[in-house]
């Protein structure tokens, strides 16, 4: 009796509209003051009990790892470590989210096994459980456990809802580059920083349904350090402007961008320009997502 029981989690992809660094702490981390954002880009996984105790994963994507170093893995262990679980389980991954790339795939599938695992073996655990838990992994674990739109405060652990925003489209852009996440952050100079996005004013704006409110405050103090780097990160957001976008902006450390569109006929225009000028090679047309339980 191999499988027992099966469960089916989707893990949604999330973009910063809103990334600030208020300043380096003394311990190495950078306190953060972020907007967070789920959006409709998801990979799938299913889970299995299985007979035989360990943890298999099966992945579609041959880039990643399928062993103790992926964070589906290290999510799935710590859960079952804790329950002291003696059975094993077997999780099948379609990876769709673009790797390193800013948008928190890795901890949105971590997020994705903790609910999941959690079900399958009847845990019990609340999502407040699971996030002080999830955060030993990753700063960005506790907001995809839940995601939708948040502040997102401190190493990334102090959530406050915010409303969604209003309805519109997306075009996000995966240039073929591989940035590292530490190396953005190793050289970013928190204390020279000239300029800081207008956050709480965006957190206004969300409140109030205003989404020029919104787009006219996109803003992401990491650009200073990756764009430098990676030209065609700021090549791909003046084009998504020239294509109607109402702004553009990278997600996260990058090399991730999206352009925010009021028209659906605009966005699939914008990503046949980024398509046809060969300015990356994953190009999605997406919208936002309300949150990442499902
Ligand atoms: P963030 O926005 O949180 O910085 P990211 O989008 O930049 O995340 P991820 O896609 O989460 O980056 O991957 C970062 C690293 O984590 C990759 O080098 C990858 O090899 C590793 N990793 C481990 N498990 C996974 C997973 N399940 N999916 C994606 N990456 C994983």
Known sequence: MANIEQITRKAYAKINIGLDVLRRREDGYHELKMIMQTVDICDDLVFEKAAQPGIVIQSDNEELPVDGSNLIYRAADLLMREKKITEGVKIA???????????????????????????????????????????????????????????????????????APPDCFLVVVKPDINVSTAFVYGNLHADRLTYHPDIDGMVEALRSGSLCGITDRLGNVLETVTIKEYPVIEQIKELLRNMGAENALMSG??????????????????????????????????????????
């Open 93 to 163: 991954l379609t990876k769709r989210i673009p790797i390193a790339a800013g948008m928190a795939g890795g901890s949105a599938d971590a997020a994705a096994t903790m609910h999941g695992v959690n079900e399958l073996f009847g845990m019990g655990y609340s999502i407040q459980e699971l996030q002080e838990l999830g955060v030993k992994l990753g700063a960005d674990i506790p907001y995809c456990l839940v995601g939708g739109t948040m502040l997102s405060e401190g190493i990334g652990e102090i959530l406050t809802p915010l409303p």
């Open 253 to 294: 450390s990058g090399p991730s961008v999206f352009g925010i569109f009021t028209e659906r006929k605009a966005v699939e225009t914008a990503a046949r320009a980024v398509a046809d000028k060969q300015l990356a090679g994953q190009i999605f047309v997406s919208t936002f997502h309300s949150g990442a339980a499902e």
